[in-house]
């Protein structure tokens, strides 16, 4: 899903919490934009560069084949719910990481893309250990 999609979603979700959370409405934008730092992590492992246009090409050209990667999992998604327990920041973490992986998650779908990531660690271990 494209970044400006992805803050505009933010910022949606920012102004409906922010009467419950107040400044906390900020942290929407790490859980709803800064997680897909995993893609620029992923493009510089396998490119070695950082450059912004040739990682929009990567990402349209290349056919990965079940890559995990960690801000992009059910595993994040459950620690931030535990954590949410302890600290308000972390309700308003865990809404914004929830539209960030749905609507990621429809993306995929929607563009036969559903084999490239993994959604969870543990069966993308369970995956290259035993199959
Ligand atoms: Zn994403």
Same mark, same amino acid.
């Given at each position: 899903?494209?970044p400006?999609?992805?803050?505009? @979603? #933010? ?6 919490l ?7 409405? *900020?942290?929407?934008?790490? $859980?709803?934009?800064?997680? &897909?730092? &995993? /893609? ?10 950082? #450059?912004?246009? =040739?990682?929009? /090409?990567? !990402?349209?050209?290349? &056919? ?7 801000f992009? #999992?059910?595993?994040? @998604?459950?620690?931030?719910i535990?954590?949410?327990?302890? /600290? ?8 914004? !990481? $929830? ?12 563009? &036969?893309? *559903? /084999? ?6 543990? !069966? ?6 035993? =199959?």
């Amino acid at each position: 899903m494209p970044p400006l999609f992805h803050i505009i @979603l #933010s910022t949606i979700i920012a102004a409906i919490l922010y009467p419950f959370y107040g400044i906390w409405v *900020l942290a929407a934008y790490i $859980s709803g934009v800064l997680v &897909d730092v &995993d /893609h620029l992590i992923e493009y510089f492992k396998t490119e070695k560069a950082l #450059s912004f246009k =040739k990682l929009k /090409h990567y !990402y349209k050209t290349t &056919d990965f084949d079940n890559i995990f990667q960690p801000f992009h #999992s059910v595993e994040f @998604l459950i620690i931030l719910i535990i954590l949410s327990f302890y /600290h308000e920041v972390f309700i308003v973490l865990a809404v914004s !990481y $929830s539209f960030h992986y749905a609507v990621d998650f429809i993306f995929q779908i929607n563009n &036969d893309f *559903l /084999h490239h990531r993994n959604f969870s660690f543990f !069966y993308w271990i369970y995956q290259k250990s035993f =199959k």
